[in-house]
């Protein structure tokens, strides 16, 4: 039984929303696929070494890593669990405050970031930004950022959600410090 006032799809828009899904539907499994098989990572392990990798002392309390990679703390704290098996994360309680607990990409952690990276990067590039226009990715940047700010208003603006800002960004308009400075995050072997 349909509804009043149900806003149906047109068309172009149902055209929209398919090639948006099967799009990233297939990007993030691609991406899957070349982490596990070339480094035995899953994509949300790489997420949170490389969101670590950047962060000032390669550590982030769990509330800011969670906000980061955009994951529910007790989802969090079962990948972060692993990762510290591992001996690529290592947890501590924070000095100044014991209720708060820090995530800290450890050497080795780094090691194994900066060893799938370059396969990783490649991958993305491959498969999202080759077949691609640089009008086309500034576009895809834009709608991006409106989608997300519609969906996150509280987290939207964060600079970590979109990664170190450059001389384009600033050229441009596009949010990030106004020094330019992208918080010592240009090292990322995950960029």
Known sequence: MAEYGTRWLDAEEQQTWRAFLWTTRLLNETLERQLQRDSGLPHTYYVILAMLSEAPGRALTMTELAAVVRSSPSRLSHAVNRLEEAGWVRRAKHPDDRRTTIA????????????????????????????????????????????????????????????????????????????????????????
């Open 104 to 191: 800290e990409l450890t050497d080795e952690g780094f090691a194994v970031l900066e060893a799938a990276a370059p396969g990783h990067v490649e991958a993305v590039r491959r498969h999202l930004f080759d077949p691609l226009s640089r009008e086309d990715v500034l576009r895809l940047r834009e709608i991006l950022r409106t989608l997300l700010a519609h969906l996150d208003p509280d987290g939207a603006g964060s600079p970590d959600i979109f990664g170190p800002c450059d001389a384009a960004d600033a050229a441009d308009g596009s949010d990030c410090a106004e020094d330019g400075d992208d918080g010592g995050r240009s090292g990322c072997p995950a960029c």
